[in-house]
C-alpha cells in the first residue's frame, strides 16, 4: 500500500462526535439515489441536504421526502454552500467536478467523502494518464474501510474506490500480504457486472434492448481501474469488465497463481487473519458466493478454488456495485471519520 | 371496416410479378433492422437499397453485409433516389417523414409500403387530433393482411397496422363479425409489450435499469392506437399499454361481453371461419399463447377463456411487435402485393 | 365487508405488550424467507425460531445466522413445539397444513398470523369449493392491515390477504365505500407478477427459460384469489393474472365504471380519506406507479386516470408480493397486534 | 489434433447425396427442440421422426407439426426402431443412453451424430475419469466442422463438441498452430453462459429467481469441458463458466500470452488463414463480438485485444450454445457428412 501524505489526517478530531449535518452533491445519478437513501435513514444524520449538477435529473429521490437542489455551477460558489449546508460532504460526481469542489471544501472546514476517481490515484504521471481532468492532490485517503481504518478516523478527504478495485482488493491484498502468491505471477480479473455500473445516462449502450440477452466486453487494457488494483497491488493486473443483463452487482473472477505447497488451510487462515469479526466481509471458502448473496447489502463476499497439485487458485469476489462498491462503502467510511459504530444504518 | 378510396387500387398491375427491387427508409431503427433482415433473405428481391434518416445511427445493420446510405433530407431528392432505387420502397421512418415521403413516392411510380402512422387513420378530425404532423390522404389500404387480401394486391400504398391494433384486430373482428359480442358491451384491452415498442431512442424509459425488475403503464387514454383499433371495430376501446422487460412481443388480454347463450363451439366456429389455412395466425382454444411461442415469426396466436354462465369472455392475443407487429406484416403485404406465396421469406 | 366472529377478538390483550417471541413455520419458501429476514431485525422480537416443512430446503435464510429446524410432521406435536417457542406464530405454509396446525396453536394459547388462504373465506360453500383442503373455521380476522385495525388489535388468528387481493382491495374499497362506482359495472382486474409469485418450487413453469423474454397467462376464471376479492367486495370480479419476466412486484390495472358526474376530485377525496397519514399506502393520482417504486417495500402504491366524459376509470395499484403481498404485511399485523408502531421494523 | 481409429470413415459413402431420412433421439430437450425445428426446414431432409427418452416433456416441438415418439426404452429396440426410420440419426440425450444406443446404430448401418459427451474423449482413462457412464470406442470423429471436415465427410459416428469447447477451440486452434502462443503459458478460459446451457430441467439452480439478477460461478477445475478443451489443444487450460440470466448464448473471455514480438497483424493473419471464406466463423478484430451478433445463427464470433508490450493477449469468443454450440453444428455436420452446400438450412 502506499503511503497517503500527513496532511489528510487531522488528529485533532473529537472522535466521539455521534452526529452530523450532511450533504451529498450529484444526488441524481444511480450512487448519489443510493446515498441519499442510506443516509435519510442514519441514526447520525441531523440534516441532509441534497444537490443535483445534472439539469434534467428527477428532483426527487425515492424514499426520501425531501427536495433536491440545483449545485451552484461555479465551484466557490458551491463549495461555499455545501460547506454552509454539512460538516460532512459526500461527493458523488464526475472527476472534474469532485477535482474543483474538494479543495475548496477542505479548506472551508468540511470533511469529503469523494465518490469519484479523482483522488484515488497517487503517482502523478499515472493520475495524469487516467484522470486527465484532475490536478495533484496530496492527502486523500484511500476508503477501502476494512483495510484502512486508522487512517480514515481522522481524513479530511476520501477518495472511495471504484467499484471493481473494491471487489479485487478485498479479495487479493490478504493473500499477497501472506505470501501466498507466487512471484512474478499473472493476476487476471475477470469481472461481470449489472449496467447501473454504466451510469444513469442513456445511451445506446444502456438501452434495455442492447443489453437483454447480451454480454458484452469492453475497456480491454484500458480501464481505469485497473491503474487503482495495480497500485494497490504493487503488480500488473490483467482487467476485463463485461455488462451483463442484472440490475446491480459485480462478480469477479480472480485467476491467480499460489506458491507450491500452498494449501486450502493457509488460504483459509489468511483470509481468516484479514476479516475474522468483520460485519462487512463473508469469507465463504468453497462455497462460492454469488450475486444475489449480496444485492442491496456493504457485503463483500470471498469464496475461492485451489488446484493445490498446479497451485492453480481461482478467487471469486462478489458486491453490490450501487452499495459496497460505492454508496455504502462511502457510509462506512462516513463511519469510521465520525467515530460511530461501523454499522451505523447499513446492512449486512 | 371503412372503405378505403379507389386510388389505392391498381388494378391493372400485373399479379404474377414475382421480383422486384426493394428499398428501406428508415433502416436504424428496430422495425427497419428487422426488414432489411428479412428482405435481405427474400427470394423474390432482386436489390435492396438501405436508407437512414438519422445521423447517429449505426451504419450496418446485423445479417445483411450491405451499407445503409443517408437519406436527403429533402423530401423531393429523397422521394427521387427511393423511387430510382427500388419498384417497392418500405418506409420505417416517424409519421412527419412518412407523410411527406409517400405521396411523392407513388408520384414517382413506386408502390409504397409504410409502417408508421400517417396513413392509418380515415377520418379527417380523428386523424387531425392523433397524427397533426400528417395530412389527409386519400387511397392508403390498411394493410391487416388476413383481412385486407384483395385490396392489397392491387395497392400503391398500404399504411401497415399498429403493434398493438394488429393483435387486437386479429382477435376481436371475427367475434364482431360473427355477431357473438354483446350490443353496446365494453371492449378492454390490456396489452403487455417489450421494451423493443418503445423504440431504439435512448432515454430515460428505455435505460435497462429503469426496465428490469419492472412493469410500467403508459398511454391510458391517450394512445394513438386506440383509435386505429376504434376505427376499424366501430366500438369504443378501453385501451391500456404495459412495458414489460423483455426484449420483443406482445400479449394482449382482451376482455369482452359476449351474447347469452353464446357457446364455446360458436367462438371456434367464429375463429375456425376466420382463420382456417391461415398460415400466420393460431387458433388456439383454451391452450392460452404466451409471446414466446411466436417471438422472431410472423404469427399472431390466440386463445379464449368463456365463462358462458356470465356471458364474459377472455381473448389472449400474442405477436412479435417486430415481426407481426411491424416488419415481418410489411413483408407480407409485399408478398401480397406482388402475387407471391404469401409465406415467402416469412416464419410461421 | 363481512363480519368475522367475535371468537377471534381477545379484548383483555394488554395492547402495551411491546416484546414478543415469535416463530415462523414454513422459513424455507419465498414469503418465510421474507419473514425471517424482516423479523429477524425487528426491534419488539426478543427471539426468533424458524421451522421448515419441507425436507429438501437449504436449512439457512440469507440475512439471518439461525438454524432452520425441522417441523414436526404430526400437526399435534409441531403445534405444541410452536406454542412453547413462541408467543406469536407466523405460519407460511400449505393451506391444508395451516388450516390442520393454527387452531391447535390457538387452543395451546398462541397467537397466530397465517400467510396462506386456509382461513381467508367466510362462506362454508365457497371455502369449500376454493380450499376444499381446510376446514370450516370461526375467528379469523381478515388482515389487510389498513382497513381492518380494530379487529387486528386483540385477534387471536389472522388470515393475511393474498398478493392479488391485498393490492386490489385497497384501490377499489374506498371507491366503493365512497358510493363512486357506478351501480352493477364490471370490475376488471389484470395483473401482472413477478415469478416469485409462482413459488419456490422448480417446475417447468418457474424454469428462467421459460419465463425469459415472455409473458404468460393463467388462471382465468379459475384463479382462488377471485372468490376472496369477490367476498370483500361483495361485486363480481374479472381477474385474470399474468407472469412477467421478473423477480418480485405486483402491478394490478383495474379497469372500473364510476357514476356519471364523478370528478378526478371526488377520487383525490376518497382515496385521501382512506389513507391520509397512512405510511404504506401511497396515493399517487396521476402519476401512475410502477413495480421499481415499491420493490422492498411494505407500500402499496396507488394511482389512476378518469376519462370523465365516458366514466371510465383506470386504476393501477402496486406492490412487492412477498412484502406487502405477504411476509411484511403480516409483520404489519404482528405490529398492530402487539400494539407497536406499527412501522416497527418495516420499510415504506 | 488426436487421430481418430479409421473405422470412423466409410470411404464409400456416395458424397452426393443429397437427401436423407433423419431422426432425432431427445427431441425434448433445449438442443434437441432446436434440431428438430432446423431439420424441420431443412431442404435435405425427406424425412423427420423426433422420438423423446423422459416421459414429464412436452410432445411437441414449437414450430413443428409432428408427434414426437416415446423411444424404446430398451437399447436393441431403440437403435432397431431408429436404423429403420432414418439414415442419419442425431442423438441429444445422456451420455449413458448414447453410449448404449450409438455402436449398435452404427452396426444397423445408420450414420450418428451424437451432441453428447460419450465419445468426445479418446484417451481411456481421461474418458473413465469425466464420463464413467461411457465405454471405450473408437471411430468417432470430433465434429468441430471447420477443423475436421475431411474426417467428417465419411464418418458414421460424429461426436459434436460441447458448447464450450467449440466457442474455446475455434478461438484458440489457430493461434496455437500459427505458433503464436507462448510456450507453456497459461490459457484461462472464463466463460459467460445462458441458462439453457443448465438443460431443461426444473431445479433450484434453473429457477428463474435465483437467476434473475444473479451470477454464479460453478464446475471451478473440475468441468467436463476442461478433459475436451485439453485434448484437442494439448495444453493446460484453467476454464471457468458462469451462468448469466439470460436465456442463450455463451461469451469466453479468453486469456492468453503470446510470444514476445507478436503484432496485431500476426493475429489477423492466423485468424485470416484459418477463417476466410468461412460462413459461419467472424473475424471481428478489435471489434470484441456480444451474444446478441450470434443469437439464432450458426456462427462463432470472435475478437481479440492485444497488448503487445507485455504480450498479453485477450480474446473473446461468442456464440449460441443450442445452436452453434449445440443442434446447428451438428446440422452442419450433417451437410459435410452429405455432400451438401455446408450453409444448408443454417442461419449465419
Given amino acids: 500500500m502506499h503511503t497517503h501524505a500527513a496532511t489528510g489526517v487531522v488528529a485533532e ?3 466521539s462526535a455521534a452526529a452530523a449535518r450532511v450533504a451529498v452533491a450529484g444526488a441524481t445519478g444511480y450512487a448519489g439515489q443510493e446515498l441519499v437513501a442510506l443516509l435519510a ?3 447520525a444524520v441531523t440534516s441532509l441536504a441534497a444537490y443535483r449538477s445534472d439539469r434534467s435529473g428527477s428532483r426527487r429521490v425515492p424514499g426520501w421526502a425531501g427536495e433536491i437542489q440545483p449545485l451552484d455551477p461555479q465551484p466557490a460558489g458551491a463549495a461555499a454552500a455545501l460547506a454552509a449546508a454539512a460538516d460532512v460532504v459526500f461527493l458523488a460526481l464526475p472527476e472534474a467536478a469532485s477535482a474543483a ?12 467523502i469523494d465518490l469519484s476517481g479523482a483522488f484515488r490515484i497517487v503517482d502523478p504521471a499515472t493520475r495524469a494518464r487516467w484522470y486527465p481532468e484532475t490536478r495533484d492532490a496530496d492527502g486523500a485517503v484511500y476508503g477501502l474501510t476494512e483495510r484502512r481504518r486508522v487512517e480514515l478516523r481522522a481524513a479530511r478527504l476520501v477518495a472511495c474506490p471504484g467499484c471493481y478495485p473494491t471487489a479485487a482488493l478485498l479479495a487479493v491484498e490478504p ?26 445516462s442513456a445511451t445506446e449502450r444502456t438501452h ?13 487494457f484500458n480501464h481505469r481501474h ?9 503488480r500488473p493486473v490483467t482487467f476485463v469488465p463485461q455488462l451483463v443483463p442484472l440490475d446491480r452487482g459485480i462478480l469477479e473472477t480472480i485467476y491467480l497463481r499460489v506458491r507450491r505447497g500452498v494449501t486450502d488451510a493457509d488460504l483459509s487462515s489468511a483470509f481468516g487473519a484479514a476479516y475474522d469479526g468483520e460485519p462487512f ?10 450475486i444475489r448473496d449480496v444485492a442491496f447489502t456493504n457485503r463483500c463476499d470471498i469464496g475461492w478454488a485451489l488446484d493445490a497439485a498446479s497451485a492453480r487458485l481461482v478467487v471469486v469476489s462478489c458486491l453490490d456495485n450501487l452499495r459496497k462498491g460505492a454508496a455504502s462503502q462511502a457510509v462506512q467510511n462516513f463511519n469510521v471519520m465520525m467515530g460511530l459504530d461501523e454499522t451505523a444504518g447499513l446492512l449486512a
Same sequence: chains 1, 2, 3, 4.
Avoid: W
Fill in 101 to 112: 469542489l474538494a479543495p475548496a471544501l477542505v479548506a472551508d472546514g468540511a470533511r469529503v
Fill in 226 to 234: 485497473t491503474a487503482e488494483m495495480e497500485q494497490e497491488l504493487r
Fill in 13 to 15: 478530531l473529537p472522535l
Fill in 175 to 200: 493473500l499477497a500480504e501472506a505470501g501466498l502468491l507466487a512471484d512474478g505471477s499473472d493476476i487476471v480479473i475477470d469481472a461481470k457486472s449489472g449496467i447501473s455500473g454504466a451510469g444513469r
Fill in 208 to 220: 434495455f434492448c442492447e443489453c437483454h440477452g447480451n454480454v458484452s466486453t469492453y475497456g480491454v
Fill in 41 to 43: 435513514r442514519h441514526p
Fill in 281 to 290: 466481509v463473508g469469507v465463504c471458502g468453497a462455497v462460492l458466493p454469488s
